[in-house]
């Protein structure tokens, strides 16, 4: 069964720094998601991306936020400035219109 | 603002024994209800959806828009459930780009 895929599964950064989360989404689908979930917290929604831009975007996901799909297989999201509270679990999801599916998710440590 | 509520933060009880996983929503236009199911480990799955009204894995969930509700129901609970089970809502007519809004999710425990 296809599946989403993410890399890298830790990331283990300096706070200041810039950092790229990966995903591969399944082949077939046209939606795109990006979720965080702090440590104890529930899981949120980030963005949402169909046909190369943002569809839908939380009061989380402010000007440090960027998606990208740099290709036609890769969908990425970059923090530009990372900051203590941005350490969390981010999920990447993808679907053709129904059910979304979930990757395993990249836990961001943020030092 | 559309909200997820699930009241158990964590349920436990002996193999056999029937489940009940509680979700409450609010969300004013027409919702599309979830639930996904995260074993030890491993990623989030979708376990069901209210529009495909089916059962999975011997689950079943009813939406209830009077009471605002999707309870998860299973009538004999089985070791191999034990996980975080999830709620979440959406917009049913907002088409695939609207973002999931879960709840805090549930941990299940099924003891032998």
């Known amino acids: 069964e296809p599946e989403v895929t993410q890399t890298p599964s830790h990331q283990v950064t300096q706070m200041g720094q810039e950092v790229i989360l990966r995903c591969v989404p399944i082949?077939?689908?046209?939606?795109f998601y990006w979720y965080r979930q702090i440590l104890g917290q529930k899981v949120e929604f980030l963005v949402s991306?169909?046909?190369?831009?943002?569809?839908?975007k939380s009061e989380i996901f402010d000007d440090q936020f960027s998606v990208e799909r740099p290709d036609g297989s890769n969908f990425t999201l970059k923090i530009r400035s990372t900051k203590l509270e941005d350490s969390a679990m981010y999920f990447c999801?993808?679907?053709?219109?129904?059910?979304?599916?979930f990757g395993d998710g990249t836990r961001l440590s943020i030092l | 603002a559309q909200r997820v509520t699930q009241p158990e933060k964590l349920l436990s009880v002996f193999k056999g024994a029937p489940v009940e996983l509680k979700c409450n929503y609010s969300?004013?236009?027409?919702?599309?209800l979830f639930w996904y199911v995260q074993y030890s480990r491993q990623r989030l799955q979708l376990l069901l959806r209210?529009?495909s009204r089916e059962s999975i894995k011997g689950f079943t969930a009813d939406l209830n828009k009077g009471e605002t509700s999707f309870h998860l129901k299973k009538p004999f609970a089985q070791e191999e459930d034990s996980a975080m089970y999830y709620c979440?809502?959406?917009?049913?007519?907002?088409?695939?780009?609207?973002?999931?809004?879960f709840g805090k999710g549930t941990h299940l425990i099924i003891q032998p």
């Open positions: 991306f169909y046909n190369n831009e943002i569809s839908e």
């Open positions: 209210h529009i």
């Open positions: 979440a809502l959406r917009s049913y007519s907002g088409g695939g780009a609207d973002g999931l809004t």
């Open positions: 969300y004013s236009g027409s919702p599309e």
């Open positions: 999801a993808s679907s053709e219109r129904g059910p979304q599916h």
């Open positions: 082949s077939n689908h046209l939606y």
